[in-house]
């Protein structure tokens, strides 16, 4: 009896719609295989996905130009966020997908403040006709960062900000996700 009125109460008084949810970022169901971007590399020779394997991937599609809030997603995102998380470092690639060829301002960028992102080409409609369906609230599925799993599943999507106090709580949430996500596997 006790229990049924545990329960009941909880039906009756928990909105679980308000409790925090395991997840920090928006979880991409099913998952995207990367594959579906029609990945190249930069010179256009194909890209191999096993060449994912054992590590897991910080995503960022690049449009071509970059934004304050792309500077942020390729800097405070995911360069620092990753060297943040000390042991595991070595268990996380970035990758930078250019959807078109990268402005000089986003090329400098790259070499000067990010130097080291692994680089790619993706197709632009590929992009948008894979990712977008499942970021409600985008205008499109560029500009944004991705968690890729080893095998080459895009599997969780975070926006990226122009103000350093939103960089700054995603970067929590990113990192919140990137700890559970490594704390259980093997992989990497």
């Known amino acids: 009896a006790r229990i049924s009125r545990f329960?009941?109460?909880?039906?009756?008084?928990?909105?679980?719609?308000d409790m925090e949810r395991t997840n920090q970022g928006t979880l991409i169901v099913p998952h995207v295989d990367i594959v579906d971007l029609k990945p190249r590399q930069l010179d256009g020779s194909a890209f191999a996905v096993d060449a994912l394997a054992g590590q897991w991937t910080m995503l960022y599609?690049?449009?071509?130009?970059?934004?304050?809030?792309?500077k942020n997603g390729l800097y405070y995102l995911i360069m620092q966020l990753r060297k943040s998380l000390d042991v595991d470092t070595p268990r996380v690639r970035r990758?930078?997908?250019h959807t078109r060829d990268a402005s000089p301002a986003l090329r400098e960028?790259?070499?000067d403040k990010v130097a080291g992102m692994d680089e790619i080409r993706v197709d632009s409609v590929a992009v948008e006709h894979a990712l977008l369906p499942f970021?409600?609230?985008a205008?499109?599925?560029?500009?944004?960062i991705y968690l890729v799993s080893p095998d080459?599943?895009?599997?969780?999507?975070?926006?990226?900000?122009?103000?350093?106090?939103?960089?700054l709580l995603e970067a929590d949430r990113i990192r919140a996700d990137l700890k559970?996500?490594?704390k259980g596997s093997l992989i990497g």
């Not at 329960?7 to 719609?17: G, I, P, R, S, T």
Request: aromatic share 14%; proline share 2%; glycine share 6%.
């Open 152 to 167: 080459g599943k895009i599997f969780i999507w975070y926006p990226t900000h122009e103000d350093i106090n939103e960089v």
């Open 7 to 17: 329960f009941a109460y909880v039906k009756l008084f928990v909105n679980f719609d």
């Open 139 to 144: 205008s499109s599925a560029s500009n944004h």
């Open 180 to 182: 559970r996500t490594l």
């Open 61 to 70: 599609i690049a449009s071509g130009d970059c934004d304050t809030a792309c």
């Open 109 to 111: 960028f790259l070499d």
């Open 95 to 97: 990758l930078i997908a």
């Open 135 to 137: 970021m409600q609230g």
